[in-house]
């Protein structure tokens, strides 16, 4: 039987990825050296087809990192030099949260209730506040920020650092990075391939403020810190020894992507977001946790479980159908499914199929 992964991270990989390894396997990839000229050619074009796909402008440069997670701590010792605010709705727009005020910084946390998210449009903040923190597709409740109301934030606050938190979201949201200063995810979900690499695309007010701190002693020179990351990746190069593997895969899968076009990715994704809170609304013991719909993630479906959700987890694994448990204080009392690329159209039918047939 072979399994199906709808996890929300990691997930299943993207349905080119195994030839790809097998490719990378072949031409040696996993061992060349990171200071070769075979890496900084595959380097270079890894960044370009990702730039290409996420459109971003000329001015932002492309970092990895060993994962998202490590972006909170690099953004901490470099951006900040006293005061940030970070609009939380869950555990991981929290965890952002934290690791800024573990470093000494003013961290000012606004809290919505889980499966909500923050009225931006009518969110004001100080002059003082250098970096605003957002979490645009929270994993943890599948609560989602409309790129719309984001961009609308950023036109009435034009001074702060404005980064977003889209580990579980991209390539789907059509952002306007004209609008953000920084972006950051993992490849473990949306883009289908193995755990264990962060993306970190930032700008020249990132670079410039860094600077700055820099000059007054307030910036933190760490092995991977973000002027280290700008210079190298201005040769094609890292900081230090990164994951080869995973930098060529993600080439190769945003190539992918660009072949079969992202209108199609994201028509797909509202017709597979669509199936999955169908039933959920539908389902006499489902519940959709995020129940404002401007705000349901189309890349990870939450629902509460009437009577706990382990019983109907272990129900779809038996079939080789595995989803997500709830995270958190909601473990074992939601489900998370992942609608990323990778999964077809045909398989969330088979899930939703599934469920509906299953007594749990």
Request: charged fraction near 25%; glycine fraction near 6%; hydrophobic fraction near 35%.
């Amino acid at each position: 039987m072979k399994n199906m992964f709808f996890t929300p991270g990691p997930s299943a990989l993207y349905f080119t990825a195994e030839q790809h390894i097998k490719d990378a396997l072949k031409s040696d990839i996993p061992s060349i050296s990171h200071r070769s000229k075979a890496y900084v050619k595959m380097h270079q074009e890894t960044t370009e087809v990702l730039s290409e796909l996420l459109q971003l402008p000329e001015n932002f440069t492309i970092g990895f990192t060993s994962s998202a997670t490590e972006v909170w701590d690099r953004m901490s010792e470099n951006l900040i030099r006293n005061h940030s605010v970070h609009f939380i709705n869950g555990d991981f727009s929290k965890k952002f949260h934290t690791a800024v005020a573990s470093h000494g910084k003013n961290a000012e946390g606004r809290i919505a209730e889980a499966g909500t998210h923050h009225d931006l449009l009518s969110a004001t903040i100080s002059e003082e506040v250098e970096l605003v923190g957002l979490a645009q597709n929270e994993t943890s409740t599948g609560a989602a920020m409309p790129v719309e109301d984001i961009n609308s934030f950023r036109d009435k606050n034009k001074n702060p650092l404005f980064v977003v938190d889209a580990v579980s979201s991209l390539p789907i949201p059509d952002f306007d990075f004209n609008k953000l200063d920084s972006m950051y995810f993992s490849v473990q979900k949306s883009f289908g391939l193995p755990a264990g690499l962060g993306v970190w695309t930032f700008n020249e007010r990132c670079v410039e403020k860094a600077e700055l701190l820099k000059t007054e002693g307030n910036y933190h020179d760490s092995y991977n810190s973000i002027l280290k990351i700008a210079k190298m990746a201005a040769k094609h190069q890292t900081t230090c020894t990164p994951n080869v593997l995973n930098i060529y895969l993600l080439g190769k899968v945003a190539k992918d992507m660009l072949d079969k076009g992202i209108g199609q990715i994201r028509q797909e994704a509202k017709y597979k977001s669509a199936l999955l809170y169908n039933l959920f609304e539908t389902h006499p013991k489902l519940n959709a946790f995020v129940s404002e719909k401007k705000f349901r993630s189309q890349t990870v479906g939450v629902a509460e479980v009437d009577g706990g959700s382990e019983s109907l987890i272990q129900a779809l694994a038996k079939k080789g159908l595995n989803i997500g448990n709830g995270y958190g204080e909601f473990k074992n009392k939601q489900i998370r499914i992942a609608s990323f690329p990778t999964h077809s159209k045909e398989q969330i039918e088979l899930l939703v199929d599934e469920i509906n047939q299953l007594d749990f």
